[in-house]
Nanobody, 124 residues
Framework: QVQLVESGGGLVQAGGSLRLSCAAS????????VGWFRQAPGKEREFVAA????????YYADSVKGRFTISRDNAKNAVYLQMNSLKPEDTAVYYC?????????????????WGQGTQVTVSS
């Protein structure tokens, strides 16, 4: 198990940028795939992006492809989500997730480690 703590959320105008960070505890973080989900009020939790344990394979939701970039630094036990060209529909609580399965998957049930979330609000 790893403990995940997100940071970097906030209020930004449409078209702006934010960088979310996720700090992980545990000596085996480099063995985990990690990713981000988000949940807007009244909506189901939605996959955003994921990166495999070695950092050489990424997967994005169509809604964020070309605007968001996921990356990781295993030496720092950290994962990042760079969000550019933000839209009001990106407003949500963003969750950092992790698992140790063979492939990265865009479904919430595949992840057994979740952070508490960080709020991102994009104003129009």
């Amino acid at each position: 198990q790893v403990q995940l703590v997100e940071s970097g959320g906030g209020l930004v105008q449409a078209g702006g940028s934010l960088r979310l960070s996720c700090a992980a505890s545990g000596r085996t973080f480099s063995l985990y795939n990690v990713g981000w989900f988000r949940q807007a009020p009244g909506k189901e939790r939605e996959f955003v992006a994921a990166i495999n344990w070695s950092g050489d394979n990424t997967y994005y939701a169509d809604s964020v492809k070309g605007r968001f970039t996921i990356s990781r630094d295993n030496a720092k036990n950290a994962v990042y989500l760079q969000m550019n060209s933000l839209k009001p529909e990106d407003t949500a609580v963003y969750y950092c997730v992790a698992n140790r399965v063979a492939t990265i998957l865009p479904v919430a049930r595949a992840y057994d480690n979740w952070g508490q979330g960080t709020q991102v609000t994009v104003s129009s």
